[in-house]
Each structure stands twice: as structure tokens, then as C-alpha cells.
């Protein structure tokens, strides 16, 4: 675990945080309900995991800044 700093509101408001690091969020959908709508897949993005006293946190990763060493 690392030190960072999370952006945690639309005012750009950060907090000091654990930085766990970054994963993978995915799932499967199936076909969609429209007539010529998408076929079943997989959805997957990256995520990062932090801490800021509340529990781990899922949050874009271009919401954490300053991750030290």
C-alpha cells in the first residue's frame, strides 16, 4: 500500500488515501432486447482501489493523484 491523494467530489476536493492499486472491473451482458441492438459481451475498464477511513473505495483511476513512493 501507498500513499496518494483521491479526488473525491465534482469541486476537485481531495483527501489522503492508501493506494492498493489498480484492476480490472468486467462483466458480461447478453444480447440486447432491440431489434438490431448489440450482441452479448464483455464490458471491462480499469479501476483503482483506495482507502480514505471509509473502507476500500472503487474509483477511476484518473481520480487518484500523487501516489508516493
Not at 500513499?3 to 451482458?29: D, P, S
Request: aromatic share 10%; net charge negative.
Amino acid at each position: 500500500m501507498k500513499k496518494c491523494k483521491v479526488i473525491i467530489n465534482k469541486n476537485k476536493e481531495t483527501v489522503e488515501a492508501l493506494f492498493y492499486g489498480v484492476f480490472q472491473k468486467a462483466w458480461t451482458h447478453g444480447d440486447s432486447l432491440s431489434v438490431g441492438g448489440f450482441k452479448a459481451g464483455q464490458v471491462a475498464y480499469p479501476i483503482a482501489v483506495v482507502d480514505w477511513g471509509e473502507g476500500l473505495k472503487e474509483v477511476n483511476v484518473d481520480e487518484v493523484k500523487e501516489v508516493a513512493e
